[in-house]
């Protein structure tokens, strides 16, 4: 199966004058922010989380939930087509990489069978520095 061609291609240098070095480091070079230290790992605020680098829609607030591992954590994307997920075995075991459909920027992974007590059987652990949040209007 090929996988999807981002719309939104930019270079290095073009996304390094739009991001700032911790956020190019997660989103366009797949890094890891460390756990519990995320401006969304706690956030129960109501909204949509959007791609910090393009701005695309990616997960709603009412899929989040509370998984204790030191990222926020979505049962859901908002939409199939909104993410893609691919094989990761960067560090020597298997992973699924989730990236944005829209830009190509590494989002998180996501991980299956964990016993979560949520409408599907998946954790998207995703980078609080991969996302922004746009609250809903009161």
Request: with cysteine; net charge negative; proline share 6%.
């Amino acid at each position: 199966m090929t996988e999807p061609k981002p719309k939104l291609q930019l270079s290095d240098s073009e996304w390094r004058q739009r991001l700032s070095a911790p956020e190019f480091r997660v989103l366009r070079q797949a890094g890891t922010e460390a756990p519990f230290t995320g401006e969304y790992t706690d956030t129960k605020t109501s909204g949509v989380y959007r791609c910090r680098a393009c701005g695309e829609e990616l997960f709603r607030s009412d899929s989040k939930f509370d998984s204790h591992c030191g990222w926020p954590s979505f049962f859901s994307p908002l939409a199939g087509e909104k993410i893609i997920e691919r094989v990761d075995t960067s560090l020597g075991m298997r992973r699924v990489e989730v990236l944005c459909a829209n830009c190509g920027s590494h989002l998180g992974h996501v991980f299956e069978g964990e016993g979560y007590d949520t409408p599907t059987d998946l954790r998207y652990c995703i980078n609080s520095i991969s996302m922004r949040l746009e609250p809903d209007e009161a």
